[in-house]
């Protein structure tokens, strides 16, 4: 199964994968139905969660039924459990950079948001935009997602600048990345174009470099004033396992 995952992603493109995956998903998670496993975002449990990774495949990481992966059930939980995203009364202004399918139509359904998605490629996007010359206004947002965007940008230093830019003052952004907090610096090479090479390099064909610990004081440079978040470090282990989560990820939290 592993090889199999792995081939469909390094060879599907990545819009064309979101479009499959709308009529494979819940044949998957039909097959899967158990109790080992539970995705925090939609409740369900299973007995496995999919295997995932563009180079080293990962066990138990992709959850059958909302496709979320580690990073997005750490945010769910986040979002949910230390901020007023799904309470607030006053109506917030929401960009999302690359929406993610599993929060998608969640996010699209609430009440309590205006909701705006944007990206080159993605055919969730409201707005086709290139994430270094965005067309939106100066101070809009009261929240911004970027996850897992910026490792694909070559500018990423231009991206930031724009994320603050269209970030409201006292607004907070969320822009989670591929960690490698043993690295004290990020690592990047214009040289290495070859899609085989990226991926042996990078962890995945289409990223232009690996973030060390320095991208939080490289977003601090840009104005933010950034949190490092341990979330899982406030989840009991055994809530850690059953929901999938990668034990010591740090969430960047940023405000304006």
Known sequence: MKKIFKFILNTIPRPILIRLSIVVRPIIAFLLKGNKFTDPIDG???????????????????????????????????????????????????????????????????????????????????????????PFEDNAYDMVFCNHVLEHIPDDTKAMQELYRVLKPGGMGIFQIPQDLSRATTFSDDSITNQKERAKIFGQYDHVRVYGRDYFDKLRSIGFKVEEVDYTNTISNVLVEKYCLAKGEIIPVCFK
Not at 46 to 62: A, D
Not at 69 to 83: A, G, K, M, S
């Open 44 to 134: 369900r449990s299973f007995k496995m969660f999919l295997p995932y990774g563009y180079g080293n495949q990962r066990n138990n990481v992709l959850s059958p039924s909302t496709l979320s992966l580690e990073r997005h059930r750490l945010l769910w939980l986040y979002l949910q459990n230390e901020t007023n995203f799904f309470t607030s009364e006053k109506k917030l202004e929401v960009l999302h950079f690359a929406p993610e399918q599993e929060f998608y139509k969640r996010f699209k359904k609430q009440q309590n948001i205006n909701y705006t998605t944007t990206d080159l490629l993605s055919p969730l996007a409201d707005v086709k935009a290139d994430i270094c010359n965005l």
